[in-house]
């Protein structure tokens, strides 16, 4: 069920004050305040629904998964104007990833938490997760930022420019972004072994331009083009700090994981940023997803991801 807490006289990295902001949010698992909380935050198309039948990271967050459902208290925001709350984003760009962050810390601070066990999220949300830590490093005892970045690559952004000018320039924003930004969630192998450039008898289209289109509509009945345009920007603005050396004023234990086939955040950045960090601080591991699918595989090899985060979540 969704709930809604109000973050009143908030002042955006932009300088513009807003009196109040609606954060919806869901919780699941034992009841606030009687067993350890687990912050989950969502990726671009993602909401607060992650657990549950529909959840949509509910093989992970379950008591078959890696983190006991029956052991943790999960909350999960929704970040405003992602539009899974009814509410729509008048200027898409009016927050930052950093803006995000303060607001999903005052929704936290205002439930009267004071510690969480852990921050987690993966892509844009794993991000967030830096983001989150890097504002508040004593909040977390320990954090996931999955498949992610804590500053916007290059790379990055040049796939968020291309996702930018297709919103402002197709005639079908939503369906087309998404087509392009399928070829950066999964690799060339996944499509390639998945589709062996197969074309259904009568059909003019190959089999793979029917999956991308078939994704671009399913977007579409789902996903409002403001939202749509709201998480792209957010994900342009990832910018927790300049250099990877600035993380370790976190406190928390940090367990990176990175996905060896990610076309979006790529895996050599990661091994990059532990390098740096693993030399100044003790409390940092990386796994490593092995997976022909990409930067997707976080929502795809559950055996994995769950065996790396099972041993964080003890029962006991
Ligand atoms: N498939 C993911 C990729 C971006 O993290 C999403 O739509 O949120």
């Not at 529909?54 to 999960?76: A, C, V």
């Not at 909040?139 to 790379?155: E, G, M, V």
């Not at 345009?229 to 940090?254: F, G, N, P, R």
């Not at 991801?305 to 041993?311: E, H, Q, T």
């Amino acid at each position: 069920m969704l709930k809604e807490i109000v973050i009143k006289d908030f002042r955006s990295e932009k300088g513009v004050e807003h009196s109040d902001i609606t954060l919806s949010y869901e919780l699941a698992g034992p009841s606030l305040g009687s067993a350890p909380i687990v912050v989950v935050n969502h990726a671009l198309t993602g909401n607060s629904s992650v657990t549950g039948e529909k959840g949509w990271w509910n093989k992970l967050i379950s008591d078959e998964g890696g983190i006991p459902l029956s052991h943790y208290t999960i909350i999960s925001f929704n970040i405003p104007g992602n539009g899974y709350d009814g509410r729509e984003s008048t200027d898409p760009e009016s927050f930052s990833l950093k803006d995000i962050a303060s607001l999903f810390i005052k929704g936290i601070e205002s439930l009267g938490i004071t510690e969480v066990y852990c921050i987690i999220g993966a892509s844009m949300g794993g991000s967030l997760t830096w983001q989150m830590a890097h504002l508040r490093p004593q909040l977390a005892k320990k954090i996931f930022p999955i498949a992610c970045d804590y500053r916007a690559s290059d790379w990055l952004l040049t796939q968020t420019l291309i996702q930018k000018q297709i919103l402002a320039n197709s005639s079908d924003p939503l369906r087309d972004a998404r087509i392009h930004a399928m070829s950066c969630y999964r690799t060339p192998q996944s499509l390639n072994v998945r589709f062996n450039s197969t074309q259904e008898e009568q059909e003019q289209l190959y089999d793979v331009e029917r999956w991308l289109l078939y994704h671009g509509d399913t977007l579409k009945k789902r996903f409002k083009l403001s939202a749509y345009k709201v998480m792209t920007h957010l994900t342009y603005s990832i910018a927790v700090c300049k250099t990877a050396l600035e993380l370790a004023q976190i406190h928390s234990d940090i367990h990176m994981v990175s996905i060896d086939s990610d076309l979006l955040f790529t895996h050599d950045r990661a091994v990059d940023t532990y390098n740096e960090l693993s030399d100044i601080k003790n409390n940092i591991t990386l796994d490593t997803i092995n997976s022909i699918h990409g930067h997707d595989a976080f929502l795809m090899e559950y055996e994995q991801l769950n065996r790396i985060v099972k041993p964080y979540f003890p029962t006991l």
